[in-house]
């Protein structure tokens, strides 16, 4: 069946960067957009980019220009999340999402996510 | 990009209906037919309940349904069930990005 897998919870020092990875399966990767969403504790959704997995094309929130970088490798069907320069107000669970994609397109349709991995940034 | 506007919070009796509504600006909701809307268990990952403005995914009981007029969409919950207590969120395009609203707790009373 589809699912996002993404890697496990990571504690990390103000100042350093964090990379999360986001494995798919049960559908052709390359299809579909791939959206990075993040959570603070007891907040709300924030979007963050997307990925074009068949192109490598990304579009990040303007918030997040320059700290974020998406990446994505075809051949294990895996999209990366890394943040840099991270602060004790970037501790959020980080969630992959599946775009639905209608007309090929990034439609901010988010219909699988990922289990979520949480990031906590402590000094 | 402003997070889109939704009532912090609203309740509802088993069987009643509740609508929930999210505000945006002609940037976002009211340019688009782009909006979703999410439900939010305790310690799960969102689920996708309308996309498209009010299309139901297959599984999505047609007691969800959605709607949208000008710069406001809305989620409408009818004949309401304890397992619908929750978080919802919407969501919009805009433009070349996304932005939620910032979530609205749904209590069955």
């Known amino acids: 069946q589809l699912q996002l897998v993404q890697s496990g919870t990571e504690v990390k020092k103000p100042g350093a960067s964090v990379k999360v990875s986001c494995k798919a399966s049960?559908?052709?990767?390359?299809?579909?957009?791939l959206h990075w969403v993040r959570q603070a504790p007891g907040q709300g959704l924030e979007w963050m980019g997307w990925?074009?997995?068949?192109?490598?094309?990304?579009d990040y929130a303007q918030k997040f220009q320059g700290l974020v970088t998406m990446t994505r490798d075809t051949s294990i069907s895996t999209a990366y999340m890394e943040l840099s320069r991270l602060r004790s107000d970037d501790t959020a669970m980080y969630y992959c999402a599946r775009d639905l994609g209608l007309e090929g397109a990034a439609n901010y349709f988010f219909d699988y996510w990922g289990q979520g991995t949480l990031v906590t940034v402590s000094s | 990009q402003s997070a889109l506007t939704q009532p912090r919070s609203v309740s509802g009796s088993p069987g009643q209906s509740v609508t929930i509504s999210c505000t945006g600006t002609?940037?976002?909701?009211?340019?688009?037919?782009?909006v979703s809307w999410y439900q939010q268990h305790p310690g799960k990952a969102p689920k996708l309940m309308i996309y498209?403005?009010?299309q139901r995914p297959s599984g999505v009981p047609d007691r969800f349904s959605g709607a949208k007029s000008g710069n406001t969409a809305s989620l409408t919950i009818s004949g309401l069930q304890a397992e619908d207590e929750a978080d919802y969120y919407c969501c919009s395009n805009a433009g070349r990005s996304g932005v939620f609203g910032g979530g609205t707790k749904l209590t069955v009373l």
């Open positions: 990925i074009n997995p068949n192109t490598g094309g990304t």
């Open positions: 498209d403005v009010s």
């Open positions: 049960g559908y052709s990767f390359t299809g579909y957009y």
């Open positions: 002609s940037s976002d909701v009211g340019s688009y037919n782009y």
